[in-house]
């Protein structure tokens, strides 16, 4: 068998790819994706079966175990899970050092960072226990870490998890039970909450979830990892996108400013681009979008704001963008941020939730590509070359010479 990084190593090879466009970085068995086709598979499963036929709990397992769990075996772990969803409750003070109004993105970076300070039998990786725990507290928490940080940004009271509620459900739950008012979580909700989760569950090498195993590559333990791969999610052109998109369809404000935003982003003067269109790798229709517009019209049905005016303005700027040459000739489409975003919205969600919930989401796609990377014994240290353009050699010049 030929060590394809070895001979690489060994001829000396140095490319430059600024963002990484055609650099394999790893291998992985985990998820596939087809940008053109339109095509992506967890552990060779089609992304849209999945939504339709399982949930985000059996994804996890599918995605961190390689194979679709017996029923004895997700019975056990959905168990696990719910068994670790509390946090430390020493965790809380923690949480009330952040100021009021912080954004529930910058506690989220903070708190899952500190995890590694509160659980310290989980931070060994030469341990495979210990890996384990890591990875179902992880799992389990987050939910919990992301309704906590949007209670505390609203200056409610924390929700403690339910364990009688699934993954969604309670999620629902800790974000909007008020202890003054019987919340009941709404099936066809949860089922589109489960859904979000599942189409955001892994998406390969993505920039947190490179950013993740960059992380990990120096040993760093799973927590901090995982704390670094929510900063990087946190941005505009990745995980911010939803909030970026909704942002932008409260600024349009109705449909009849549609086309004066249309025509922004097609000139090239203008750095404004439609948020929640486009992706890096997909140059047809994201499958998870077709899925998540599925279920935004389910949503919109159930909570009868097709009046919306942001909604309104979605539904029309989808129509528009996709039928102008402009997006059509670049292979823009609708992305899967731009449907979640309209469900969150009509969920009840304020924007600051949006990307915490990418990240909830992606935790089991950054924890299942964590534990890939562990297990190569020939992993190595991430260490990108560059291509320097700087000065050459110069003679130092003292201060009073310059
Ligand atoms: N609106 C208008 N024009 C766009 C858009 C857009 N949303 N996206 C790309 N273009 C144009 C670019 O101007 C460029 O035009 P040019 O060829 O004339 O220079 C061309 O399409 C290619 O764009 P790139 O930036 O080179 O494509 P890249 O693959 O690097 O970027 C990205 C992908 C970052 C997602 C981009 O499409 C974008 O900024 N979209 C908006 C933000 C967004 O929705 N991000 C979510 C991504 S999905 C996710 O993270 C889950």
């Known amino acids: 068998v030929v060590d394809i990084r070895k001979l690489y190593a060994q001829a000396g090879v140095f490319t430059y790819d600024p963002g990484f466009t055609s650099t394999a970085s790893c291998d992985s068995t985990i998820t596939f994706i087809d940008g053109d086709k339109g095509e992506l598979l967890h552990r060779g499963y089609p992304i849209d079966q999945l939504a339709e036929k399982s949930h985000y709990l059996e994804v996890c397992y599918l995605l961190l175990y390689g194979e679709l769990p017996s029923a004895a075996e997700l019975e056990k772990f959905e168990n696990t899970i719910t068994r670790h969803t509390m946090i430390h409750e020493q965790m809380h003070n923690f949480f009330r050092g952040f100021r009021r109004d912080a954004h529930p993105m910058a506690t989220m970076v903070g708190v899952v960072g500190a995890m590694s300070a509160f659980y310290h039998d989980s931070t060994d990786i030469s341990d495979p226990r210990q890996r384990e725990i890591a990875s179902h507290r992880l799992i389990a928490k987050m939910p919990t870490i992301a309704a906590m940080a949007y209670k505390?940004?609203?200056?409610?009271?924390?929700?403690?998890?339910?364990?009688?509620?699934?993954?969604?459900?309670?999620?629902?739950?800790?974000?909007?039970?008020?202890?003054?008012?019987?919340?009941?979580?709404?099936?066809?909700?949860?089922?589109?909450m489960d859904r979000i989760f599942t189409l955001h569950a892994d998406h390969e090498q993505n920039a947190s979830t490179s950013t993740v195993r960059l992380a990990s590559s120096s040993g760093a333990n799973p927590f901090a990892c995982i704390a670094a791969g929510i900063a990087c999610l946190w941005g505009p052109a990745h995980g911010g996108a939803n909030q970026a998109c909704l942002e932008m369809l409260k600024e349009i404000g109705s449909p009849d400013?549609?086309?004066?935003?249309?025509?922004?982003?097609?000139?090239?003067?203008?750095?404004?681009?439609?948020?929640?269109?486009?992706?890096?790798?997909?140059?047809?229709?994201?499958?998870?979008?077709?899925?998540?517009?599925?279920?935004?019209?389910?949503?919109?049905?159930?909570?009868?704001?097709?009046?919306?005016?942001?909604?309104?303005?979605?539904?029309?700027?989808?129509?528009?963008?996709?039928?102008?040459?402009?997006?059509?000739?670049?292979?823009?489409?609708?992305?899967?941020?731009?449907?979640?975003?309209i469900i969150l919205e009509a969920m009840g969600f304020p924007t600051s939730m949006f990307t915490p919930i990418f990240a909830l989401s992606r935790t089991v796609g950054w924890v299942s590509q964590w534990k890939e990377q562990l297990a190569d014994p020939q992993h190595k240290i991430g260490r990108p070359r560059q291509l320097y353009l700087g000065n050459t050699i110069r003679e130092y010049v003292d201060i009073e010479n310059r």
């Open 257 to 341: 400013k549609i086309p004066e935003y249309i025509a922004r982003a097609k000139d090239k003067n203008d750095p404004f681009r439609l948020m929640g269109f486009g992706h890096r790798v997909y140059k047809n229709f994201d499958p998870r979008a077709t899925v998540m517009k599925q279920s935004a019209d389910e949503v919109l049905d159930l909570m009868g704001i097709e009046n919306n005016p942001i909604l309104a303005t979605a539904k029309e700027l989808e129509q528009q963008a996709l039928a102008d040459p402009y997006f059509a000739e670049k292979k823009l489409f609708p992305n899967v941020d731009f449907y979640s975003g």
């Open 152 to 192: 505390y940004s609203i200056g409610q009271p924390f929700v403690y998890p339910r364990n009688d509620l699934d993954y969604a459900a309670n999620f629902l739950h800790m974000c909007f039970s008020v202890p003054a008012e019987r919340y009941d979580v709404d099936p066809i909700l949860s089922r589109a």
